[in-house]
Structure formats: structure tokens, C-alpha cells
T-cell receptor, first 111, second 112 residues
Framework: DSGVTQTPKHLITATGQRVTLRCSPRSGDLSVYWYQQSLDQGLQFLIQ???????AKGNILERFSAQQFPDLHSELNLSSLELGDSALYFC??????????FGPGTRLTVL | TQLLEQSPQFLSIQEGENLTVYCNSS?????LQWYRQEPGEGPVLLVTVVTGGEVKKLKRLTFQFGDARKDSSLHITAAQPGDTGLYLCAGATTSGTYKYIFGTGTRLKVLA
């Protein structure tokens, strides 16, 4: 158990819909990272937040957005969903950037 | 653009054999991490290497960081079925905008 929690574990929705994924970091970790993992693209960094502020941006689509709240939990919002958005979405947290602890992931299926 | 290439992509070996996984890049990294991921779960950090030429051992796993900090290797001695999983290297680029990059992954299967 990494100490990072993610909800929900599974999510099935239809194209065009909007979903919100939630992440609670390890106690004391200020940084939260979001990743997308699909079979053909591997693990792709989406975005990082540090203490409520956006710190780094990766391959995140404009249809996707994230935020980190004062209690340090984070949400990833995915809108206008497409079939290709089906993937595992992981959240990770850290104190140091190069030591990340991953949550169990949310499996998103877009039908 | 994928900056971290891993080889081999797939590896299926018998229990007791040795193996080496490589992680290569043309970029310099301030540090490199190795993770193992099992199906349906998140990656689990195995080790961080920081200094060029550094060697770290974790039981039967030996990790090495290249002298120029552009590459790394993971050697497993006497592999066991419990070593089965997806091995990922990762690191933060030192030039330009900060990016934390994961390697392409090596899927290892150890047969009993």
C-alpha cells in the first residue's frame, strides 16, 4: 500500500460525457502527478501540482483539466470523452520529484 | 518524443536464469528511477540512482547508472516467478522544461 488513494477504481461511461477522477496523496506529500497509461502509449505524464499550484505540464489534452485543493487532494476532469481516452489513469504523490508513490489507478472505459 | 528507450521489450525466461534490462537515452538525467508494475496496479518504486557510475543492489536486483547519466541497467540474478511484471525506468530531464519521463517498459515473465 503506497498510501495514495484513488477513486473510483473503475469507471464506464459513454462518448461525449465528462468524468472526474479523485486522488488523495500520501500524508505530507505536497506534489501530485497525473499519468495516463494505455497499451499503445505506455505511461504518459499529464500534469503536476505542487501545494495547489500547477508545476509542470506534459501531454495533457485541452479537454482534460486538473486541480489541487487546499487539503492537497487532486481531481482530474476529463470532458467530451472519446473512445481513445479509455485507459488507466494513475495519480502519484511525492516529497521529492524523483521519488513518486503511485496510487492503484482508475480504469476508465469509454463506450 | 520518447526519450527513454528500454530493451528488450519482452522477455520470457525460466526460473533461475539471469537477465539484464537496459534503459537508454541521448539526454542527461539528474537521476533515474526503476519501477515494477503488476497488472491492474500502479508502478512501485524499486530504486533511485543519482551519481554517474553508481551501483545499487536490492537483494537479487542490481541497478547501475551510466557514467554519463544517460543510461541505466537492471540485472536480475536467479530470476523467480515473483519477479514477473512490467519494469519501467523513469527520470526527469535536466534541460528545458521539466518533464518526468517513463521508459517504454520491459515486460518480464519468469516461468516456473
Amino acid at each position: 500500500d503506497s498510501g495514495v488513494t484513488q477513486t473510483p477504481k473503475h469507471l464506464i461511461t459513454a462518448t461525449g460525457q465528462r468524468v472526474t477522477l479523485r486522488c488523495s496523496p500520501r500524508s505530507g506529500d505536497l506534489s501530485v502527478y497525473w499519468y495516463q497509461q494505455s497499451l499503445d502509449q505506455g505511461l504518459q505524464f499529464l500534469i503536476q501540482y505542487y501545494n495547489g499550484e500547477e508545476r509542470a505540464k506534459g501531454n495533457i489534452l485541452e479537454r482534460f483539466s486538473a486541480q489541487q485543493f487546499p487539503d492537497l487532494h487532486s481531481e482530474l476532469n476529463l470532458s467530451s470523452l472519446e473512445l481513445g481516452d479509455s485507459a488507466l489513469y494513475f495519480c502519484a504523490s511525492s516529497v521529492l520529484a524523483d521519488t513518486q508513490y503511485f496510487g492503484p489507478g482508475t480504469r476508465l472505459t469509454v463506450l | 518524443t520518447q526519450l527513454l528507450e528500454q530493451s528488450p521489450q519482452f522477455l520470457s525466461i525460466q526460473e533461475g536464469e539471469n537477465l539484464t534490462v537496459y534503459c537508454n537515452s541521448s539526454s542527461v538525467f539528474s537521476s533515474l528511477q526503476w519501477y515494477r508494475q503488476e497488472p491492474g496496479e500502479g508502478p512501485v518504486l524499486l530504486v533511485t540512482v543519482v551519481t554517474g557510475g553508481e551501483v545499487k543492489k536490492l537483494k537479487r536486483l542490481t541497478f547501475q547508472f551510466g557514467d554519463a547519466r544517460k543510461d541505466s541497467s537492471l540485472h536480475i540474478t536467479a530470476a523467480q516467478p515473483g519477479d514477473t511484471g512490467l519494469y519501467l525506468c523513469a527520470g526527469a530531464t535536466t534541460s528545458g522544461t521539466y518533464k518526468y519521463i517513463f521508459g517504454t517498459g520491459t515486460r518480464l515473465k519468469v516461468l516456473a
